[in-house]
C-alpha cells in the first residue's frame, strides 16, 4: 500500500504507486507510528523541493518525528504547488532561481525567508489552494508553468498544454478555455526571467 506523501499541482497530497522526480517538505506533517498524515498539510512556511539522493544519504520515509517526505513528479508540478528549491541539496539550483526571482520580481538581494513569505501568501487562499487569473494569453505562458481548468490540472511545454497526472503528461485533444493558474505570479516571473524547472521526460515526447 502507498503512502500518502505525493503532491500534485493543486498542493494535494495523494496516495500512488508512481514515483517522483524530486522530493522535498512542508515541516512535520505525519506520524512516524502509523506512517499517516495529521489533519494539517503544512508546519511551516519554508516549502522546499529537495533531491531523492544527495551524498549518499538514504532516509526511510515517514519512519521519525522529522520533516515529512513529500514527493513530486517533477520540479514544474512543486512549483504549482508553491514549492522552491532547497539551498542545501540543490544549492546552484537554489541560487540560480534566486537570481531569476530577483529579475522577474524586481526584489533585489531577497533572502530565502522573504521569498518564502511571498510564497505563502501566493500558493494559499486560507487552507485551500489559492487559484490566480491569467496575467498573459495562455500562448505566452512560458515552458513550466501550470494552470487548472475544472477538477484538471496542465503543463505548458513547447506551445502546448499537457494533461497532468501522477504517471506523467498527456496532450490534451481541445484548447483550454480560460485556465486559472496553479504557478505563484513570482515564481512565473522568475520563470520568465529565466529559471528554468526541471520537467517530466513525458512532457519532452
Not at 8 to 31: K, L, Q, W
Request: some cysteine.
Amino acid at each position: 500500500m502507498p503512502l500518502q506523501n505525493r503532491v500534485t499541482p493543486t498542493g494535494e497530497i495523494i496516495a500512488t504507486p508512481h514515483r517522483g522526480m524530486f522530493t522535498g517538505n512542508r515541516g512535520i506533517i505525519h506520524d512516524p507510528a502509523t506512517k499517516t498524515l495529521l489533519k494539517k498539510r503544512w508546519s511551516s512556511p519554508t516549502w522546499i523541493t529537495c533531491l531523492c539522493e544527495f551524498r549518499g544519504w538514504r532516509r526511510p520515509v515517514m519512519a521519525r518525528r522529522s520533516w515529512t517526505e513529500l514527493f513530486f513528479l517533477d520540479e514544474a508540478t512543486a512549483f504549482a504547488a508553491g514549492h522552491r528549491p532547497c539551498f542545501f541539496c540543490r544549492r546552484d539550483d537554489a541560487k540560480r532561481f534566486r537570481v531569476a526571482w530577483e529579475m522577474g520580481n524586481d526584489a533585489r538581494g531577497i533572502s530565502a525567508k522573504a521569498m518564502d513569505a511571498v510564497l505563502h501568501r501566493e500558493r494559499l487562499d486560507r487552507a485551500k489552494k489559492r487559484l490566480h487569473v491569467l496575467s498573459m494569453p495562455l500562448a505566452e505562458l512560458p515552458d513550466g508553468a501550470m494552470v487548472q481548468q475544472g477538477d484538471d490540472c496542465f503543463l505548458l511545454a513547447q506551445g502546448k498544454a499537457l494533461q497532468w497526472s501522477p504517471a506523467g503528461y498527456a496532450l490534451h485533444p481541445s484548447a483550454l478555455d480560460h485556465p486559472l493558474l496553479l504557478t505563484p505570479p513570482s515564481t512565473l516571473r522568475a520563470i520568465i526571467a529565466g529559471y528554468q524547472p526541471v520537467l517530466h521526460r513525458t512532457a519532452r515526447r
